[in-house]
């Protein structure tokens, strides 16, 4: 079993609707979570940033996180053709290891 | 313009040969890490840097080789030993070395095989 998972999709939705993005993991000790967004044949760009459990909202992202499910989300709110790319999901203990999931690919049709 | 810089973008590497990425950084980081890229698989890290002169094996060193003789450059060395090379390549670095410091990328280095 992998220590974190995340549904490859791919994932199509059209322009405007919300995208559900989520990952489960198996390590309790990790407590950083982050979502990075990763367009083709580019670097990984880090998008939301959460330390333990709760919600951040930045703009149209929300990211949550249920540390008691071991479970974590992103949702993209009013979505935008530019939404377009692979969706990584990444969580740490604290120290210089990062665990990334295989990553979700979203189209957003216009 | 702050950033890192790999070079070169696509790479190809012929039967026996050791071939070299560049990775650059300008952001006064002190960390710096390589990882490898798979269709279907998540982020693997190769080796890892918190300080010059000194570097760590990450999940899937064999095969690899790095040096840190500048805070700037990490390069990355993928030596004939490793036999299956073809990915693509990130390098990232973070102020500290503890992912409570955000991570950086580079653009990527797609490595094949000829």
């Known amino acids: 079993q992998k220590e974190v998972e995340q549904d490859p999709g791919p994932l199509s939705v059209p322009e405007g609707a919300i995208v559900s993005l989520n990952c489960t993991y198996s390590?309790?000790?990790?407590?950083?979570f982050m979502w990075y967004r990763q367009y083709s044949r580019k670097g990984p760009e880090l998008l939301m940033y959460?330390?333990?459990?709760g919600n951040k909202e930045d703009g149209r992202f929300t990211a949550q996180v249920d540390k008691s499910s071991k479970y974590i989300s992103l949702f993209i709110r009013d979505s935008q053709p530019s939404d377009s790319a692979t969706y990584l999901c990444?969580?740490?203990?604290?120290?210089?290891?990062?665990?990334f999931g295989a990553g979700t690919t979203v189209t957003v049709r216009a | 313009d702050g950033g890192i810089t790999q070079s070169p973008k696509y790479l190809f590497r012929k039967e026996g040969q050791n071939v070299t990425l560049s990775c650059e950084q300008n952001?006064?980081?002190?960390?710096m890490y390589w990882y490898r890229q798979d269709p279907g698989q998540g982020l693997r890290l190769i080796y890892y840097?918190?300080?010059?002169?000194?570097?760590q094996k990450g999940d899937i060193a064999e095969g690899y080789s790095v040096s840190r003789e500048k805070k700037e450059s990490f390069p990355l060395t993928v030596t004939s030993a490793q036999k299956n090379p073809t990915a693509f390549y990130l390098c990232?670095?973070?102020?500290?070395?503890?992912?409570?410091?955000?991570?950086?990328f580079g653009s990527g280095t797609q490595l094949s095989v000829l």
């Open positions: 990232a670095s973070s102020m500290g070395g503890t992912t409570n410091e955000k991570l950086f």
């Open positions: 390590n309790s000790a990790f407590q950083y």
């Open positions: 959460t330390y333990s459990s």
């Open positions: 990444a969580m740490s203990e604290g120290d210089y290891k990062l665990s």
């Open positions: 952001l006064n980081h002190d960390a």
């Open positions: 840097s918190q300080i010059v002169n000194d570097f």
